[in-house]
Nanobody
Framework: QVQLVESGGGLVQPGGSLKLSCTTSTNIFSVYNMGWYRQAPGKQRELVAFVAAGGRTNYADSVKGRFTISRDFAKNVVYLQMSSLKPEDTAVYYC????????????WGQGTQVTVSS
């Protein structure tokens, strides 16, 4: 079983930066696609950043140029570096892992709150 644990959320002023971490229980990056999602109150959960097992990345248009997803294979951690934060980035951020060979084999972290406010 894959376990995901997010950390790094908090309160930050507009224009500030945060770096979220998702620690995985084992070395999974070679066979799992990893994503960061977020959900604000009253809104649908949305994919904001994605890194495939092979390394390809993509981002939601709303965060392109501001967010970067990366993996540390030695530490079993996937990061979301967030810069130039805006109030509309406020949400609970979730880490997600989906196996390359089985879309039904997926895992979610518990989430970490990011609040962007003056």
């Amino acid at each position: 079983q894959v376990q995901l644990v997010e950390s790094g959320g908090g309160l930050v002023q507009p224009g500030g930066s945060l770096k979220l971490s998702c620690t995985t229980s084992t070395n999974i990056f070679s066979v799992y696609n990893m994503g960061w999602y977020r959900q604000a109150p009253g809104k649908q959960r949305e994919l904001v950043a994605f890194v495939a097992a092979g390394g390809r990345t993509n981002y939601a248009d709303s965060v392109k140029g501001r967010f970067t997803i990366s993996r540390d294979f030695a530490k079993n951690v996937v990061y979301l570096q967030m810069s130039s934060l805006k109030p509309e980035d406020t949400a609970v951020y979730y880490c997600n892992a989906v196996h390359l060979l089985s879309s039904s084999s997926q895992y979610w972290g518990q989430g970490t709150q990011v609040t962007v406010s003056s």
